[in-house]
């Protein structure tokens, strides 16, 4: 059974960083891309980060140049390095596993796994 535990959230000022953390175990890590989703209240769930088992990543377009997601094989573990945070930033953040990284028409894509973490939430006061 695969678990995936989230650490790393909480209240910040904008324009402040965070450094979200998903250890994961049950599963063969090295072999899962995994992606990072967010959700703030009254708004559908979305993708703000995934990387494939090589480190190729994609992010979406709110977040370039802000967050960087990285992985340690050796860890089991997915971050999420947060700067320059901004109110609109705030949200339930996820770490999703066992999903795959593809790549069509000229741009990579992530489909989602079936594992999920219990989320970390993140406010960025302005």
């Known amino acids: 059974q695969v678990q995936l535990v989230e650490s790393g959230g909480g209240l910040v000022q904008a324009g402040g960083s965070l450094r979200l953390s998903c250890a994961v175990s049950g599963s063969s890590f090295s072999l899962n891309a995994m992606g990072w989703y967010r959700q703030a209240p009254g708004s559908q769930r979305e993708l703000v980060a995934a990387?494939?088992?090589?480190?190729?990543?994609i992010y979406a377009d709110s977040v370039k140049g802000r967050f960087t997601i990285s992985r340690d094989n050796a860890k089991n573990t997915v971050y999420l390095q947060m700067n320059s945070l901004k109110p609109e930033d705030t949200a339930a953040y996820y770490c999703?596993?066992?999903?795959?990284?593809?790549?069509?028409?000229?741009?990579?894509?992530?489909?989602?796994?079936?594992?999920w973490g219990q989320g970390t939430q993140v406010t960025v006061s302005s």
């Open positions: 999703n596993a066992g999903g795959g990284l593809g790549y069509r028409s000229g741009s990579r894509y992530y489909t989602e796994g079936s594992s």
């Open positions: 990387i494939g088992n090589v480190g190729r990543t």
